[in-house]
T-cell receptor, first 114, second 111 residues
Framework: DAGITQSPRHKVTETGTPVTLRCHQT?????MYWYRQDPGHGLRLIHY???????DKGEVSDGYSVSRSKTEDFLLTLESATSSQTSVYFC?????????????FGPGTRLLVL | ELKVEQNPLFLSMQEGKNYTIYCNYS?????LYWYRQDPGKSLESLFV?????AVKQEGRLMASLDTKARLSTLHITAAVHDLSATYFC???????????FGQGTRLTINP
């Protein structure tokens, strides 16, 4: 298994509070991704990173921000959580651009926004 | 805009039978990925299809890619209960590092 951990694994929070999810990898892979998974939608890309301090938006980036100050860590922040952000969040990594090899996924974080 | 559609979304089948999951995508993409997800678990990579006509096989699963038809298939041969899972396909956005996933096909294999 690729060395990817996510924390926390489960979180319950209230509407309007900020939330930060962490993805940590031990593979020294350059590319990191945040997805959310919702029934009927598959996985949708929120943000991704192609290097330290280099990030870009995915298809559902509104309400989310990211930061990557070290190769191994990619943080996802919900600036003011809403109930529509209740979801399962997956981090993924790859050593080459997505076209060249598969992405490896972390265990996921289940987030409930009340 | 690249869209990826899978069908069927739900599939219940008996052990020993054969079936195919279809993955259609809307715009040019020359890379196609298949993943498996067990309930409550993460995604596991099954196949990466890198060119037109690519075919890959692992056990009872075989995946193929037809870039001209914008179609990939995942064929299950002589299904067994252990193959029960949700299967996702994903296509790459040309010139970008982004994957677009299908909705997933929930496969249930009954004894």
């Amino acid at each position: 298994d690729a060395g990817i951990t996510q924390s926390p694994r489960h979180k319950v929070t209230e509407t309007g509070t900020p939330v930060t999810l962490r993805c940590h990898q031990t593979e020294n892979h350059r590319y990191m991704y945040w997805y959310r998974q919702d029934p009927g939608h598959g996985l949708r890309l929120i943000h991704y990173s192609y290097g330290v301090k280099d990030t870009d938006k995915g298809e559902v980036s509104d309400g989310y921000s990211v930061s990557r100050s070290k190769t191994e860590d990619f943080l996802l922040t919900l600036e003011s959580a809403t109930s529509s952000q209740t979801s399962v969040y997956f981090c993924a990594i790859s050593s080459l651009p997505g076209a060249q090899e598969t992405q490896y996924f972390g265990p996921g974080t289940r987030l409930l926004v009340l | 805009e690249l869209k990826v559609e899978q069908n069927p979304l739900f599939l219940s089948m008996q052990e020993g039978k054969n079936y195919t999951i279809y993955c259609n995508y809307s715009t040019t993409s020359d890379r196609l990925y298949w993943y498996r997800q067990d309930p409550g678990k993460s995604l596991e990579s099954l196949f990466v299809l890198l060119s037109n006509g690519a075919v890959k096989q692992e056990g009872r699963l075989m995946a193929s890619l037809d870039t001209k038809a914008r179609l990939s298939t995942l064929h299950i041969t002589a299904a067994v209960h252990d193959l029960s899972a949700t299967y996702f396909c994903a296509a790459i956005i040309q010139g970008a590092q982004k994957l677009v996933f299908g909705q997933g096909t929930r496969l249930t294999i009954n004894p």
